[in-house]
């Protein structure tokens, strides 16, 4: 990335490697500035530094995330197992959900039930095996789904709006790096093109 002439970095600001600070750039007091190598970044240092972010993210971004979440009234467990039935191509038994979510069968029913009676989730028998339940996601299940992702995606919005143009194109050019991997790529919310 390179940074041009008279752009100001402002304090906090990381200026990390692969920077070019070019002539009549202003670095204030008080800025990391990453030293000057040909290597990258160790993981320690950059997991530390992500770290920072994803909880400055978590503390300042998720008003409408936890309203939401109140709104919905749904516990973690059962938001992580609704995000797992969305990326299935297939439905999930009682066993494999319990194992999704890290509880126990007999919880993981009352869990199943519970989502099953707002209309989030489906439960049915297996056709070959009458004994064993199926669980798949309800049109319901993806509004809910739809409405926790707006939240979040909210909060990013109102930081993105914080940001100086300077931090905008920082940040725009390290997303597009990384937006090449087709594993971040595919996460994606679906109101947002490329």
Sequence with gaps: MNVSEGVNVSEGVNVSEGVNVSDGVNVSEGARQAPATTHAPQDA???????????FLHKNCNADLFEAVGTLDLSLSQIKLLHHLEDQPRELSLKEAAEVV????????RMVDDLVRRGFAQRREDEDDRRMKRVCLTEGGRTAIRQLNAARLSGLEQFAHTLTTPERRALANALANLLDRADIAACRPETVTP
């Excluded at 890290?102 to 029913?109: F, L, N, Q, W």
């Design 102 to 109: 890290h509880v126990s069968m007999p919880a993981a029913s």
């Design 45 to 55: 240092d950059l997991a530390g530094d992500l770290y920072a972010l994803i909880v």
